[in-house]
C-alpha cells in the first residue's frame, strides 16, 4: 500500500487495497477448499453423527438415515459444496487473517507492524480453538434443539438445512474468538487503553451477551452459555493483557 500526502492515501487507494485483499484471501479459500472436496465422504460422515451415523447406516445395509434427506436435482451438489467451503474457511484461516492484518498494517506506527508475525499466531489458534468448541457443542446442541419435538411427530431434516446451521455453529464459535486477539491489537495501536477496555466491565458482558443471542444459530440457552461464558472470561484476559501492554509502554517513555 503506497502513502500519499504525508502518510494518507486517496479513498480509491483504500478500496483498490481492499479489493487487492478480499481477492486474496477467497482464492486461498477456494483452494483449501479443495481439501473438503476430496475428502467430503468422511467429512459429511462426521458432520452428520449427532442425527445420524451414515457409516454404521451403510454398514447395516440400510443405506440411508430416515430423519434425513436431500431435495432437488442441486441438492447434491450444494450439500458438497457447502462441506468444502467451511473446510476451507477453516484451513485458509492463517491466510485471510493475515490478509486483514495486511489491510489495517499500513495505517499503524512502525512498532506496531512488527506484531505481525505475533497478531497470526495468536488469531489463528483462538479462530480454531472457536470452531472447534462449536463442533463440540454441535451434538449437545442439535440433541436440544430436537428434544422440542412432539412424541407424536417425525422431524425430517433436509441436510443442506442441517449443513448450513452447522457452518454458522464453527463459524459464530470461531469468529467470536476473535474478541481478545481484536482487543490486544487495537491497545497495540494505542486506540484504546487497558482501562478503557476493562472500565465499562458490566457493558461488555451485556454485549457479549447480546452478540450470542443475536447470532448464535440455535437460540438455546446451552449453546449460548457455553459460547457466552469462554467470551467473558477472554475478555478479561484481553483486558489484563492490555494493562500490562500499557505499563510497559510508559516505563519506555519514562526511561527515554
Request: glycine residues 8%; aromatic residues 12%.
Amino acid at each position: 500500500m503506497v502513502a500519499h500526502e504525508g502518510g494518507r492515501m486517496p479513498i480509491l487507494e483504500h478500496f483498490r487495497e481492499l479489493r487487492k485483499r478480499v481477492v486474496r484471501a477467497a482464492a486461498t479459500i477456494v483452494l483449501a477448499s479443495a481439501v473438503g472436496w476430496i475428502f467430503y465422504p468422511k467429512i459429511v460422515n462426521e458432520l452428520a453423527k449427532p442425527i445420524c451415523d451414515l457409516k454404521r447406516a451403510n454398514i447395516s445395509g440400510l443405506g440411508q438415515c430416515g430423519s434425513l434427506y436431500i431435495n432437488g436435482v442441486l441438492g447434491p451438489l450444494n450439500l458438497q459444496v457447502t462441506v468444502s467451503f467451511l473446510v476451507g474457511v477453516i484451513i485458509a484461516a492463517p491466510f485471510w487473517l493475515y490478509q486483514l492484518w495486511a489491510f489495517v498494517a499500513p495505517g499503524l506506527h512502525k512498532r506496531e507492524k512488527k506484531y505481525t508475525v505475533a497478531f497470526i499466531a495468536i488469531a489463528a489458534p483462538f479462530f480454531f480453538g472457536g470452531a472447534f468448541l462449536g463442533y463440540l457443542t454441535l451434538p449437545m446442541a442439535v440433541k436440544t434443539l430436537l428434544g422440542f419435538t412432539p412424541s407424536s411427530l417425525n422431524n425430517l431434516v433436509r441436510f443442506d438445512d442441517y449443513l448450513n446451521f452447522v457452518l454458522k455453529l464453527i463459524l459464530v464459535f470461531g469468529g467470536a474468538f476473535e474478541l481478545p486477539v481484536l482487543l490486544i491489537a487495537l491497545n497495540l495501536a494505542g486506540v484504546v487503553s487497558g482501562r478503557a477496555i476493562l472500565k465499562p466491565w458490566r457493558m461488555a458482558i451485556f454485549g457479549i451477551a447480546l452478540f450470542v443471542a443475536a447470532f448464535s444459530p440455535t437460540g438455546d440457552p446451552l449453546t449460548m452459555t457455553i459460547l457466552t461464558l469462554p467470551l467473558v472470561a477472554l475478555y478479561f484476559i484481553a483486558g489484563a493483557i492490555a494493562l500490562l501492554i500499557d505499563r510497559r509502554r510508559v516505563k519506555r517513555v519514562s526511561s527515554q
